[in-house]
């Protein structure tokens, strides 16, 4: 058996981090988010994997390779234009042997439900095996209809109350050659793509079986900024806590905390786990690290400042009396001498933030900034919660930003200043100026 995951999406919903960045490249917890599907199926045994990538393609081939050095085999296509998933799993025409399992890039999974469906398609060799989970409300995903363990039907996003079940579509198959048949033939959609739900349906319509795999194992479909954040956060509370780096006396680790090589914690750090920390950061001297929090690579953390669960990419540098709570920072960054990132309404209601153009309430109720990669702040600039800015974005010195910043945008502050000569100004002038 091999596999296919599906890498080729531009992830327009996750900007403006994936205006840099493949979204099935963001990193959670020390890997970018399509490491630990590549993982989980080297652990079941499947080593044979054909990447579908597209949008910023280099990034991943450049990270993966020929993948020996992740212990698999990788291939690439490249599906040159975003014509839907069957267009996509097209692909691997000739890539199929016996099976194929298809996975999205853009999910994390527990590696249980891969070693599951094998075992079952194994045993009942239908010719389409679907993976099913039970949602309370289906309305927003592939619903599907069974008999028994068959299903029959396939539905598009019903209404609640007109869904014939309450379990949706995860968007994991495992496929024999048949499914490539009714991909040749499988129409453009309404939404201009080529669905493979269509061709699951025509595959019903031939009389072929499509099993349903009901599972209540981990799965989560990673779309918005804010469930990276919470991705990140259940995959910390798994690690194993390791000192590689260099701990200075004086500094407090409690719980468990990853820090890799050629990393530096100063004397007065205080990290409360769990907490990941990459390569060759410096943290400290006086900063305190609170929980599920992730650093990148190369990450500069100054004197006295306070960051808590957060995602902090590849060097980005957070300066000295800076406060960074429940955000996500680009690579490249660099964060200013006090600059202050708001994780909490005033009025303590949910955070809401900007996707394509609409206001989502994210349902959170501490939500930072969402940043970019190469942005800059002043000295003692502040931002919202819910804040969206986009790359190589500046932020002046004493700026409050309560709006979104598009990219490569620079926001200022205008201040008045009454410049005066101090030996010629009485005590009258003064009182004068007060009155103004």
Known sequence: MKAIILSAGEGTRMRPLTLTKPKTMLPVAGKPIIQYNIEALRDCGIKDILLIVGYKEEIVKNYFKDGKDFGVNISYATQTKLK???N???YGKDFIEDSLIILNGD????EEIIDEIITDYNETKPDTLMVLTEVDDPSAFGVVELDGDKIINIIEKPKKEEAPSNLINTGIYIFNKDIFDKIDKTEVSSRGEYEITDSLSMQIEDGKIIKGHKTTKKWTDIGK?????????SLLNEIK????GTVEEGATIHGEVFLDEGSLIRSGVYIKGPVYIGKNCDIGPNSYIRGNSYFGDNVHVGNAVEIKNSIIMENTNVSHLSYVGDSILGSNCNIAAGTNIANLRFDNKTVKTTIKNKKIDSGRRKLGAIVGDSVKTGINSSLSPGVKIGVRATIGSGVLLYNDLESDMRVLVKQ???IQNKKKTGQSSLDELNKK
């Open 84 to 86: 839907g998933t069957a």
């Open 107 to 110: 999910i994390i999974l527990d």
């Open 88 to 90: 996509a799993i097209s």
């Open 416 to 418: 008045e200043h009454i």
């Open 241 to 244: 806590g390791e000192i590689k």
């Open 225 to 233: 900024p804010w469930e990276l954040i919470e991705i990140n956060e």
